[in-house]
Nanobody
Framework: QVQLVESGGGSVQAGDSLRLSCVASGGAFSAYSMGWFRQAPGKEREFVAGIMWIGGSTTYADSVKGRFTISRDNAKNTVNLHMNSLKPEDTAVYYC????????????WGQGTQVTVSS
């Protein structure tokens, strides 16, 4: 059973940067592909970025490409989301998630961290 704890959210101005972190425990972190999702008020949860368990290849939602960067540090059981040039539409609760290797479903979720971007 993997436990995920996010941190780093907050309230910022448009154009600012934030770094979200997610620390994993309870499992072999290096064997999990990791992702970040977000859910804005009144909207469904959406995929933001993902990083594979092996090779470290990354994928991004079109809305964040070129602004957000996902990275992982297997030695620290941590996955980060560096967010630059934040926009008000990036306001949401951000969730860290884990899936076993090539599994299609994210089975483990954190509690979420709020990011608020004001114009």
């Amino acid at each position: 059973q993997v436990q995920l704890v996010e941190s780093g959210g907050g309230s910022v101005q448009a154009g600012d940067s934030l770094r979200l972190s997610c620390v994993a425990s309870g499992g072999a972190f290096s064997a999990y592909s990791m992702g970040w999702f977000r859910q804005a008020p009144g909207k469904e949860r959406e995929f933001v970025a993902g990083i594979m368990w092996i090779g470290g290849s990354t994928t991004y939602a079109d809305s964040v490409k070129g602004r957000f960067t996902i990275s992982r540090d297997n030695a620290k059981n941590t996955v980060n989301l560096h967010m630059n040039s934040l926009k008000p539409e990036d306001t949401a609760v951000y969730y860290c998630a884990a899936r076993w290797q090539y599994s299609s479903a994210y089975n483990y979720w954190g509690q979420g961290t709020q990011v608020t971007v004001s114009s």
